[in-house]
């Protein structure tokens, strides 16, 4: 207690796991000991012999942070055909037993030399390798985007660290991988991911420092890079999410200590998708600024729409905080919520207040309020699917919502709408279809008849703007997508605010091809087997590719150097970057 016998406040400190773990998955083994990881010979007998003056790093350790990771593909191996993967965590999995128990808390690790003999047990490396793993596992009514012939993290895998192509030679590039648990991927919105994400940089830093001892070097001399091919639509996008502070407190923490440390991320592939707006005071309407929101029929998904009011003074948060909301379903009467007067303690920062969404008698959805992280209020509208498998629950109607805001203290300052994206269609149960803001004023072509890829006017929804809701943070590489062929953005490649500098926070930093041309979208990389191949369009097929090339900068000692763009591309594409090595 303070002298005067008043509460000393607390920082906002806190987590939250909003998917609780399988039993099976628990490691009660767990006891923090040393990894003990042990080297592959021909490394470092490499290692070894290399000139001390050589140019460039003796090794990089790239990591990939994915889901369906594929990871004793031949391509993840060396010259010799042993695996450069020195380490994989399968979060999702069962916990481990006999030699692999006690390493990790939850799931299970495999190690450089388990992968060689699992994959000796398994010559054809497919469903049976991964289902002996633990990352597949066929008949228990869990799905694993494992049993498909394509994966997002193959993709990324290759993308990031396979077989080199072209000049140069990927033996020195050790693999670590962290597999997310299918459970939480399919949730587009990001709920409950970030534990798993925060537990997965721990691991990879920690790993990191483990194989540079086990290679005889220190920190200082193996370069990591990390790539992490996720995002969401919402949030507010300006790095002070919990998962972002976090990760930027800890990329900051191991460069002080002389680790180099570069984390790529997508900027987003929703571009042209219309989850983004703007209400200003001056479009206010009797005091309502409205957003038109249009739900779709069979859709099996909630839907989430997010209304951010701009940053308040943490001292007098009341004067930003909204009073009404108003919410108008398709063929039913408005509803209208009088917001409480909501107020910060020394030991609540973020109050909450979440109120039932009726219409037509029946319970639909949910609105809340809360001032996130103390310092800026957020309006949520979540309705329930507008179909489901079960009968007699409650469906949200489809079709055009209107949501209004009051605009009142607003003066000259912005609200963010953002819509969450829920239309992963890997999962085969999933069954999301994607909302949108239908605006009228925009203008969705242009003169030639392609998408529009600037603002219209004074159109509420807005391209620019819109980004991953998890790269928004200092410490981030930003990577937009670019067509191959023409050197211009993607045209769903996000770009963050217009007129951003690069490598700011919320900025594209750079980009990589995302396709090939404007006739052959997407990228190609390996599958799940060795014979398998796969197209993926998107900008998480960028990031890797960066990703890859500042690791062969790092094995050349040839660092990234910044050109500067054509003007037409600056605002999408960032500030590329090129270097001598090609691989």
Same mark, same amino acid.
């Given at each position: ?19 609780? !773990? ?5 490691? #009660?083994? *767990? ?20 000139? #001390? ?22 391509? !993840? ?5 042993? #695996? ?19 390493? =990790? ?64 030679? &990927? ?11 299918? /459970? ?28 540079a001892a086990a290679?005889?070097?220190?920190? &200082? ?10 995002? +969401? ?23 002080? !200590? ?63 905080r909204p009073a ?34 009726? =219409? ?6 949910? +609105? ?76 969705? *072509? ?14 509420? +929804? ?8 998890? &790269? ?12 191959? &062929?023409?050197?211009?953005? /993607? ?16 900025? +594209? ?10 006739? !052959? ?48 591309n600056a605002e ?12």
């Amino acid at each position: 207690a303070a002298p005067d016998g008043a509460a000393t406040p607390q920082p906002d400190y806190g987590y939250r796991l909003n998917a609780p !773990l399988r039993r099976a998955s628990h490691d #009660p083994a *767990f006891a923090d000991a040393d990894a003990a990881l042990t080297p592959d010979p021909a490394t470092r007998s490499r290692i070894e012999a290399r000139d #001390p003056n050589a140019a460039g790093a003796p090794l990089v350790v790239v990591a990939v942070i994915d889901d369906g990771l594929a990871f004793a593909h031949p391509r !993840l191996t060396a010259a010799d055909g042993a #695996p450069r993967v020195e380490c994989c965590w399968l979060q999702g999995a069962d916990a481990g037993v006999g030699a692999q128990a006690g390493r =990790v808390l939850f799931g299970r690790e495999w190690r450089r030399a388990e992968i060689a003999d699992l994959a000796a047990r398994h010559p054809r490396r497919g469903a049976s390798l991964y289902e002996e793993a633990g990352s597949l596992a066929l008949g228990s009514g869990r799905w694993s985007p494992l049993a498909l012939g394509a994966t997002h993290g193959a993709m990324t895998l290759d993308l990031a660290a396979g077989a080199a192509r072209g000049a140069g030679s &990927a033996d020195d590039l050790r693999v670590i991988g962290v597999d997310l648990p299918p /459970a939480e991927v399919i949730d587009t919105t990001g709920f409950g991911l970030a534990a798993y994400v925060l537990a997965a940089f721990h691991y990879v830093f920690r790993r990191a420092d483990e194989i540079a001892a086990a290679y005889g070097l220190t920190r &200082a001399d193996v370069p990591l890079v990390v790539n992490l091919s996720f995002g +969401v639509s919402g949030g507010p996008q300006d790095g002070k999410s919990r998962l972002e502070e976090a990760l930027a407190h800890m990329i900051a923490a191991r460069r002080a !200590l002389g680790g180099e440390t570069m984390v790529t991320m997508p900027s987003g592939n929703h571009f042209l998708a219309g989850l983004h707006g703007e209400l200003r005071g001056a479009e206010a309407q009797g005091g309502w600024a409205k957003a038109r929101w249009r739900v779709q029929p069979c859709d099996r998904t909630p839907n989430y729409l997010e209304i951010w009011r701009p940053a308040c003074a943490r001292e007098d948060a009341a004067a930003g905080r909204p009073a009404r909301l108003r919410v108008e379903p398709p063929g039913f009467p408005p509803v209208e919520f009088a917001l409480p007067a909501l107020a910060p303690t020394p030991q609540t920062s973020a109050p909450l207040w979440v109120e039932n969404l009726v =219409v037509g008698g029946k319970i639909v959805g949910q +609105v809340s309020l809360d001032l996130f992280r103390g310092y800026r209020w957020r309006v949520m509208v979540i309705l329930a699917p507008s179909q489901t498998r079960a009968a007699g629950l409650a469906v949200a109607p489809a079709g055009l919502w209107t949501v209004g805001v009051d605009v009142d203290g607003l003066g000259d300052g912005v609200i963010h709408c953002r819509i969450q994206r829920d239309n992963a269609m890997r999962h085969p149960w999933q069954g999301g279809l994607q909302s949108w803001f239908d605006d009228p004023r925009d203008r969705a *072509f242009d003169a030639t008849g392609k998408p529009a890829q600037d603002d219209t006017g004074a159109a509420f +929804v807005r391209r620019f703007g819109s980004f991953n809701g998890l &790269a928004a943070f200092d410490g981030a590489l930003v990577v937009a997508g670019s067509d191959a &062929a023409t050197g211009r953005p /993607a045209p769903y490649s996000c770009a963050g605010p217009l007129g951003l500098s690069p490598h700011l926070p919320g900025a +594209v930093d750079t980009a990589m091809p995302s396709d090939d041309s404007p006739a !052959l979208a997407g990228r190609r990389a390996m599958g799940v087997g060795p014979a398998a191949a796969s197209r993926w369009i998107g900008v998480s097929a960028a990031a890797p590719q960066f990703a890859r090339r500042a690791a062969f900068a790092f094995l050349a000692g040839t660092p990234l150097a910044p050109v500067l763009p054509a003007p037409q591309n600056a605002e999408r594409l960032g500030v590329p970057y090129a270097q001598s090595v090609v691989a």
